[in-house]
């Protein structure tokens, strides 16, 4: 028995480093049809299912070229979840986390790294507005459970700096503080409740609905004032508050 045991042993050994020293690209060519529909489009796939890369090019939300590096985790394989470390290199971006897939949920953990501010520009510009500078990613996690977030964590921020509104012809240079958002999950929601870092007052927040397919943004009258624009009346009243569905 116990020989028999050692041969099963070995077996299963030797079939696992089969799979995870596969070359990617052979992977790619049975089961890249799994992408389909969504906008993104692979250009190479290099490396092995253990260790590998692929160059893609995104359509949406953040259009432009993604070079994707991943490396597994084997012993978590074992324990029923896929894990892996992520690295996202965009032309305005990078970042670097790690993702899981198992049987008690799916999510992201310990991503770090930093995003060009007018990366956002496809977003500003319906309001006429433009930013610089980097927003900086720190220890990011979010963890589902079927289509409900069940615990978020870490922060995103941005140093402040000019801030272009554009208003008639020429735009209006105004000096905007900086700001801070928080990740939580709130009643299986996905929110960023944005504040600014002097004063730790309430700006607004960006939210995720899983379950409803959709994504949000509210901003409060606060913002007004801090960008020179005065403002009446409760600062706490939302000026905005818009909701789309997500892209994928």
């Keep these: 028995m116990k020989t028999r045991s050692l041969i099963l042993v070995g077996l299963l050994s030797f079939a696992f480093f089969v799979v995870a020293l596969f070359p990617a690209s052979l992977v790619w060519r049975l089961a890249g049809g799994a992408l389909s529909g969504l906008p993104v489009?692979?250009?190479?796939?290099?490396?092995?299912?253990?260790?590998?890369?692929?160059?893609?090019?995104?359509?949406?939300?953040?259009p432009g070229p993604l070079l994707i590096h991943w490396d597994l985790k084997g012993l978590r394989?074992?324990?029923?979840?896929?894990?892996?470390?992520?690295?996202?290199?965009?032309?305005?971006?990078?970042l670097e986390g790690n993702g899981f897939w198992g049987l008690w949920?799916?999510?992201?953990?310990?991503?770090?790294?930093?995003?060009?501010?007018?990366?956002?520009?496809?977003?500003?510009?319906?309001?006429?507005?433009?930013?610089?500078?980097?927003?900086?990613?720190?220890?990011?996690?979010?963890?589902?459970?079927?289509?409900?977030?069940?615990?978020?964590?870490?922060d995103i921020s941005w140093s402040g700096g000019q801030v272009a509104v554009r208003s008639g012809s020429s735009p209006q240079n105004i000096d905007f503080p900086g700001v801070k958002g928080e990740l939580a999950a709130v009643e299986g929601n996905l929110i960023l409740a944005v504040t600014e870092t002097r004063t730790n007052k309430p700006l607004g927040e960006l939210s995720l609905l899983p379950e409803q397919g959709l994504a949000g943004v509210k901003v409060l009258k606060r913002v007004l004032s801090l960008a020179g624009f005065g403002g009446e009346g409760d600062e706490d009243k939302t000026l905005l508050s818009l909701q789309q569905p997500l892209p994928f």
């Design 41 to 62: 489009t692979v250009e190479q796939v290099g490396g092995t299912v253990w260790s590998g890369f692929l160059q893609t090019r995104v359509q949406a939300p953040v």
């Design 77 to 94: 394989l074992l324990m029923g979840e896929l894990a892996l470390n992520l690295r996202l290199e965009g032309a305005q971006y990078r």
């Design 105 to 154: 949920g799916k999510g992201v953990a310990d991503v770090n790294g930093d995003v060009q501010a007018a990366l956002l520009e496809q977003v500003l510009n319906q309001y006429d507005i433009s930013a610089q500078g980097a927003i900086k990613v720190n220890e990011i996690s979010a963890k589902l459970s079927g289509q409900r977030v069940v615990s978020a964590g870490g």
